[in-house]
């Protein structure tokens, strides 16, 4: 691989922390996308404090404001990112997430998805046919303290894959490629847990991690804000916890038509875990509900819903967490416009 250029788009807690990491592997240039902390980006770099890595400032080659800016950067100088790394939310009602790419995708780049939630893929699948496809879920916690300003909470452990349905042998084995020599970058950047997986695999890991989210995430904002720990910890919580996990896990094997492989981690060692993490982190879903922003709601709930329906298969708590948290957020968003044509 020549000298790999990342962009990452979506410099909050996740594309922060691992764009830090990559920086430090030698050879590795990282550029950023931002939005609302560019301004601090570009005074003071991004910040990183971490549990198990010395703190870094990055300061991205190029900063960008907006994807706009970046495409005009690469007709200027006529950039060729490697890898871009998607780490935005997944906020279904903002419209298309892969559009935010047009215009950045060469060929030889690799999108690489590291988001939480199902079904991800398709859009980029759909939008760039001919690109490579990278799909990633991460159970590292971090949070975004102030902008430009990140605290990595607790774990790394990454899994990573090609997105490659229905793909010939030659585009299989370019994906395949590709991913591993990304997996080299995050390992030579430290993150010593990158669980390299095939098509099939990361999308076991995939339901796998979307079977935590769907629990843990909706049920700290209907619990109006306990820590991970403190959910585990709190015995009807824990209760309700492994029950979620459990029906998505169960949907989850009867739809990818397999038992839960060994490798992934059984719920009762995922929950001893969290009781671990004495870091006083917060799911992500419970910062931007908490911040009055929306939630990722379909990538994490209403997608493994739809899935199962599909399949002739039902999720009754997690279709009760998803219709209490939909309406949730519905009637806030109502207050929010009152409450702004009330100011005007
Ligand atoms: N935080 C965590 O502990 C974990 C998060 N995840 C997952 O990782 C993904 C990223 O989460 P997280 O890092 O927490 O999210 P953050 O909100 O911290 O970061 C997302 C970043 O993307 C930026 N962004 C969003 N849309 C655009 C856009 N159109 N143009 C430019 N920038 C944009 C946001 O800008 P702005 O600030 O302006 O909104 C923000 O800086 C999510 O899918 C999440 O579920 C997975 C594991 C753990
Ligand atoms: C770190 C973890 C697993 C906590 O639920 C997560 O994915 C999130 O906060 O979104």
Not at 255 to 276: F, N, T
């Given at each position: 691989?020549?000298?790999?250029?990342?962009?990452?788009?979506?410099?909050?807690?996740?594309?922060?922390?691992?764009?830090?990491?990559?920086?430090?592997?030698?050879?590795?240039?990282?550029?950023?996308?931002?939005?609302?902390?560019?301004?601090?980006?570009?005074?003071?770099?991004?910040r990183v404090t971490s549990p198990v890595f010395d703190e870094t400032v990055l300061r991205p080659a190029f900063t960008f404001c907006s994807p706009d800016e970046a495409r005009e950067s690469k007709q200027k100088h006529d950039t060729k990112w490697s890898h871009l790394l998607v780490a935005t939310k997944l906020i279904q009602e903002l419209g298309d997430p892969s559009a935010l790419l047009d215009g950045l995708v060469n060929e030889g780049s690799s999108i690489v998805l590291m988001q939480n939630g199902l079904g991800i893929e398709d859009p980029y699948k759909k939008r760039?046919?001919?690109?490579?496809?990278?799909?990633?879920?991460?159970?590292?916690?971090?949070?975004?303290?102030?902008?430009?300003?990140?605290?990595?909470?607790?774990?790394?452990?990454?899994?990573?894959?090609?997105?490659?349905?229905?793909?010939?042998?030659?585009?299989?084995?370019?994906?395949?490629?590709?991913?591993?020599?990304?997996?080299?970058?995050?390992?030579?950047?430290?993150?010593?847990?990158?669980?390299?997986?095939?098509?099939?695999?990361?999308?076991?890991?995939?339901?796998?991690?979307?079977?935590?989210?769907?629990?843990?995430?909706?049920?700290?904002?209907?619990?109006?804000?306990?820590?991970?720990?403190?959910?585990?910890?709190?015995?009807?919580?824990?209760?309700?916890?492994?029950?979620?996990?459990?029906?998505?896990?169960?949907?989850?094997?009867?739809?990818?038509?397999?038992?839960?492989?060994?490798?992934?981690?059984?719920?009762?060692?995922?929950?001893?875990?969290?009781?671990?993490?004495?870091?006083?982190?917060?799911?992500?879903?419970?910062?931007?509900?908490?911040?009055?922003?929306?939630?990722?709601?379909?990538?994490?709930?209403?997608?493994?819903?739809?899935?199962?329906?599909?399949?002739?298969?039902?999720?009754?708590?997690?279709?009760?967490?998803?219709?209490?948290?939909?309406?949730?957020?519905?009637?806030?968003?109502?207050?929010?416009?009152?409450?702004?044509?009330?100011?005007?």
């Open positions: 691989m020549s000298s790999p250029h990342v962009l990452v788009v979506g410099a909050g807690a996740i594309g922060a922390f691992f764009a830090s990491r990559l920086a430090t592997v030698p050879g590795v240039t990282v550029s950023a996308i931002c939005r609302s902390n560019y301004k601090a980006v570009v005074a003071n770099g991004l760039f046919p001919q690109a490579t496809i990278i799909s990633s879920t991460t159970r590292t916690s971090a949070i975004q303290n102030k902008p430009g300003h990140i605290k990595h909470n607790f774990l790394t452990r990454t899994t990573i894959g090609p997105f490659t349905p229905n793909a010939n042998e030659t585009t299989s084995d370019i994906a395949t490629q590709r991913t591993q020599e990304f997996a080299a970058l995050l390992h030579s950047a430290g993150i010593p847990d990158v669980d390299i997986l095939d098509h099939a695999g990361m999308q076991f890991a995939r339901w796998h991690k979307t079977a935590i989210n769907a629990a843990m995430n909706p049920t700290a904002v209907l619990a109006r804000g306990p820590t991970n720990r403190a959910m585990v910890l709190d015995e009807e919580l824990e209760i309700h916890l492994k029950a979620v996990m459990k029906e998505v896990l169960d949907v989850a094997c009867k739809i990818l038509g397999q038992p839960l492989p060994e490798w992934l981690p059984r719920i009762a060692d995922v929950i001893q875990g969290v009781k671990g993490d004495t870091s006083g982190s917060h799911p992500s879903m419970w910062v931007d509900w908490e911040a009055g922003r929306k939630v990722e709601l379909e990538a994490i709930l209403g997608n493994p819903l739809r899935q199962a329906r599909e399949h002739g298969l039902v999720l009754p708590r997690t279709q009760t967490i998803y219709a209490l948290l939909k309406k949730a957020q519905e009637v806030r968003e109502n207050q929010h416009s009152i409450e702004s044509k009330l100011q005007t």
